[in-house]
């Protein structure tokens, strides 16, 4: 079992991830928040990469059980019924509907390893399940972190280095490269207080700056849910582990 | 004074540049020959996107003082004169010649970033002199890790964090962000046995299999060399440091 991470969605192309195992992590916000969507009963999330397709694809293709989420920027899209705060994902509201979901980092990240044999999402909230769950498949997974705008982010990273230890702690014989040894480190320097990396990382100072900070100490919270998002057919549901 | 650390020159594109203080590092080994091929007083190194445009222009715009250089996955490439070992770019060999350099990322990244106000060239080899030169420019400062085939790479990423960390021991009112926090824990861990780095990481590994023991040795030297290497118009040059 070999394990990949990319610090960017951007440092492949769509092609890159057919047949692969492959983690989305996005955890400022849009992994936390689909996590938590499923864990309230959401019925799916559906991933777009643009903003103009979310509005599309909501127009009636579910059955108007649908609600429009995510942000550009860190705020909510004029017009649509939930931003991207994974506290407004209620469980009176979004049980039983599909959420069309666009985010600056994460759903675009998703949709680009849509032809992942496996795709799943992973935020700190799941991220034993997840691992679990990865081990079980026993393929070679690509972890990507959603970023910033292409760039690198420190939150995703340590999340991506926490997942592979789990892994590793679980399958020992788990290949390494530079990447995986470069995430182990900086989960190993800020991985034992989540909430601090978080409030000193890039996104965590600009969520707190337009008054996310519940959102910051919510998403900090580490295996506290036991969803596995996996994508399939363009839709993101509630996974049963093996 | 800004720092930021793009860990693939593909997160960026080349207008990102524009007006900007660059440094490209590509330690295994393009930026590590440049540093020695100048030290050997070559007159100038031309980077090259691609090998075609290598072959085009070593044809006579030089006027026959050129050599052809690089390499494309660790070997030479036919009908090159040198390769990308830096121990081959010898004072007798390289003195006074203009050198047309191809390689797989070190060039695409210089090339990238050509646009640059000011666009220089930092391996462990010359990274103090470089460090004190960005310091009198006094500017915002984007290093770029050359990384493999757009991937993360280890020993570019501990570069690019003893540079950092070298820049704030000369000016500490440097501001950081996600990328040079990593960058800097990586040097932490790393950086105090380059050589032992550079075996342990995906190319340093790839190096050695292909009989390139050597150049990890030479490459992993601190501060040997005193050359700024100075990208302008097309051509890299020393630059005396003021």
Redo the contacts between chains.
Sequence with gaps: MKL?????P???DELYFTGKTTVVIDVLRASSTIVTALKNDAKEIVPVATIEFAVKVSGGMFGGQTLLGGERNTKKIEGFALGNSPLEYEEKIVSGKSIVFYTTNGTKALVKAKFSENLLVCSFLNLSIVAKHLVSLNNNVEIICAGRN??????D?VCAGKLAAEIISLEPEVEL???V??AL??N???GNDLLAMLK????GKLLAENGFEEDINYCSQLNVVNVIPYYFNGVIKTMKPE
Excluded: G, R
């Excluded at 990949?4 to 960017?8: P, V």
């Excluded at 292409?150 to 939150?155: A, K, P, V």
């Excluded at 000193?200 to 996104?203: G, P, T, V």
């Design positions: 990949n991470i990319l610090f960017s951007i440092v492949a292409n760039f690198f982010s420190l939150e990273t490269n530079d990447s040894a470069a480190a900086l190993e320097k800020y000193q990382s890039d996104h």
